[in-house]
């Protein structure tokens, strides 16, 4: 089962970032949405989500995923050339199936 913090949409990263740079304190995850003490306050508010969503960090992707990336597009480009020249659509239901597997091998 996912934690509630890999359901959330915005990476926990930048939601502490954000609160660093705008003095908020003890970020938690309550309810998938981020918590924390705004500046002088005493009761914990959810952190705004027009602030979050200005400030997505980048995130740097690993050979490996890179590797994996290409690998599942040259798949999907061998599949779709083969269900032409096949005229089926089991090489695409093969190249989906591999791909699939391929970007939730990137996630573990």
Not at 22 to 33: A, H, I, R, S
Not at 67 to 90: E, N, Y
Request: charged content about 10%; proline content about 8%.
């Amino acid at each position: 089962m996912d934690s509630p913090s890999s359901l959330l949409k915005y990476s926990y990263k930048s939601a502490l970032a954000w609160c660093q740079e705008n003095g908020w304190t003890d970020l938690f995850v309550e309810q998938y949405q981020y918590w924390a003490f705004p500046p002088g306050g005493v009761m914990p508010l959810p952190l705004p989500s027009q602030a979050l969503h200005l400030i997505e960090l980048p995130t740097v992707t690993s050979p490996q995923q890179r590797c994996l990336q290409t690998l599942s597009l040259a798949i999907a480009l061998v599949a779709t050339g083969m269900s032409c020249w096949f005229q089926s659509l089991m090489p695409l239901l093969v190249g989906f199936s591999a791909c699939a597997l391929l970007i939730a091998a990137q996630d573990a």
